[in-house]
């Protein structure tokens, strides 16, 4: 059974890359039901939208389950992962559209589980990224980089080498930073932001050169 936690506009967009996948490879996740705490008893896309309380009684049946995370939050997927992670017949696969590129060669990309790779999402070599991370549309990152887990890096951002990358970060669109710096976990980089420091100091850091506004 496989299942996207949310019902938004990125579980909507989750359920589509799914799609993609399924049809470009052999690789079918095609999801049985949205979890969600809207919209319970509606359908999307033609699944029912079921609420936790009716996703825990199934997971209590001991299938074994694929789970998506459908939120772009950093925060709210490890709010998510959190409530799940005790579950033994939970799975959370790696989702890889076909058009991702990546270094495929044993040993250059290390990464976990969870993780998420759109169309057009190029990592080059010699990377290690946590789980749940989110490559989004047509973002790029560098050698020697290091993102940690539940990081949401958004469309047309482009990370480069050597840059290392807390804990659920959040990159708006098109955010670019500079080599060798360090992302002090929890921040948020605005949209179209250009981060030429590393930041130290966990906050909403926004422009170019970005800076710290919250
Ligand atoms: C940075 C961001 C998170 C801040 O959101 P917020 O905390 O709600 O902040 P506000 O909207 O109150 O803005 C605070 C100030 O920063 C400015 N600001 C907000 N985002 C900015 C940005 N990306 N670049 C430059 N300035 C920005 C606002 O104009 C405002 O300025 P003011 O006080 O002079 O009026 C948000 O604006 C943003 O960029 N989000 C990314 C969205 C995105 O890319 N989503 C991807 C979906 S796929």
Not at 35 to 42: A, I, N, R, T, Y
Not at 118 to 146: A, M, Q
Not at 148 to 166: L, M, Q, Y
């Amino acid at each position: 059974m496989n299942v996207i936690f949310g019902s938004a506009g990125f579980a909507k967009e989750l359920d589509w890359l799914i799609y993609e996948i399924a049809e470009k490879t052999n690789i079918d996740f095609t999801p049985n039901y949205f979890v969600s705490k809207s919209d319970v008893g509606s359908t999307l896309n033609g699944k029912k939208i079921i609420s936790e309380g009716e996703f825990f009684k199934i997971v209590e049946t001991g299938i074994s389950i694929n789970v998506f995370l459908g939120v772009g939050s950093p925060i709210i997927k490890e709010k998510i992962y959190e409530n799940l992670k005790h579950f033994k017949n939970l799975n959370y696969p790696n989702l890889i559209h076909p058009n991702a590129i990546m270094d495929k060669r044993e040993g250059m990309l290390k990464m976990g589980f969870g993780n998420v790779f759109f169309p057009s999402s190029v990592l080059t070599t010699y990377i290690t990224i946590g789980n749940f991370v989110l490559f989004y549309l047509d973002c790029s990152v560098g050698h020697d980089t290091e993102i940690e887990s539940f990081t949401t890096i958004s469309p047309g951002c482009h990370i480069s080498g050597n840059v290392k990358i807390g804990k659920t970060v959040y990159f708006g669109t098109g955010a670019v930073t500079v080599e060798k710096i360090e992302i002090k976990s929890n921040s948020i980089i605005g949209a179209g932001a250009t981060v030429t420091n590393s930041i130290v100091e966990q906050g909403t850091y926004v422009g170019t050169p970005a800076k710290k506004i919250k």
